[in-house]
């Protein structure tokens, strides 16, 4: 069975500067993607970044940044000039290629960003 | 417009109670999905409809039934609660294909059984 995990349950990070989070999986498949999620206090999770584990280059959107190592199981989510609307709880997640059902999650990294 | 509508919001009922969670995705997706979210834990899987396929965690007690009624809707049926299914009760939505669709979700309900 795959799993996610976060070793990390709290991490704080000064406005503007940078915060790596952490996250390994375990998992059998050569074939899979891997998410970093964002729950604001809204609830609502939302997609951060998307890695396909066939893709070597780290995925990047804004100033999120991945670094992904398949070798590793290791896909840390870097946030470069945080912002306080950063703040939030980020979970990552695995899903093997061509399931419908099985977005296995961490349990979350509380990120505090400071004023 | 978050695309995924889940009502209520909040949700306060009596271990003897019924009460229906509601979920609407207007994303034009067909795959939805329910999941558990308690503090301190992974999001847990509890159903997915898929494709008109349902899917479920063994783990999930009976006392929630889900229901599937169109690709765009989903119900969790809940009855005779426990006060440990007190949660955060989040919906998704995702289109099933040949590549990756990443989950699209919702508010969620605060679920609080006394």
């Known amino acids: 069975a795959q799993t996610v995990t976060q070793s990390q349950p709290e991490m704080s990070v000064q406005e503007a500067e940078t915060v790596t989070l952490s996250c390994t999986y375990d998992t059998s498949e050569s074939d899979y993607y891997l998410f970093w999620y964002k729950q604001p206090p809204s609830r609502q999770m939302i997609l951060v970044i998307r890695q396909e584990a066939y893709k070597q280059q780290n995925a990047t959107e804004n100033r999120f940044s991945v670094n992904f190592q398949k070798a590793a199981k290791s896909f840390s989510l870097k946030i470069s000039d945080s912002q306080l609307g950063d703040a939030a709880m980020y979970f990552c997640?695995?899903?093997?290629?061509?399931?419908?059902?099985?977005?296995?999650f961490g349990s979350g990294t509380q990120l505090t960003v400071l004023p | 417009e978050t695309g995924v509508t889940q009502t209520p919001r909040h949700l306060v009922m009596g271990m003897t109670n019924k009460k229906s969670l509601k979920c609407e995705q207007h994303?034009?997706?067909?795959?939805m999905y329910w999941y558990k979210q308690s503090a301190k834990k992974p999001l847990e899987l509890m159903f997915v409809?898929?494709?008109?396929?349902?899917?479920e965690n063994n783990s999930v007690p009976s006392r929630f039934s889900p229901e599937c009624p169109n690709s765009s809707h989903l119900f969790l049926h809940l009855h005779t609660l426990q006060p440990e299914d007190s949660a955060l009760y989040l919906c998704a939505s995702s289109q099933v294909s040949a590549g990756y669709s990443p989950l699209h979700f919702g508010n969620g309900t605060r679920l609080t059984v006394t």
């Open positions: 409809y898929s494709l008109e396929e349902r899917v």
């Open positions: 997640a695995y899903r093997r290629s061509g399931s419908a059902r099985q977005l296995t």
């Open positions: 994303l034009g997706h067909n795959a």
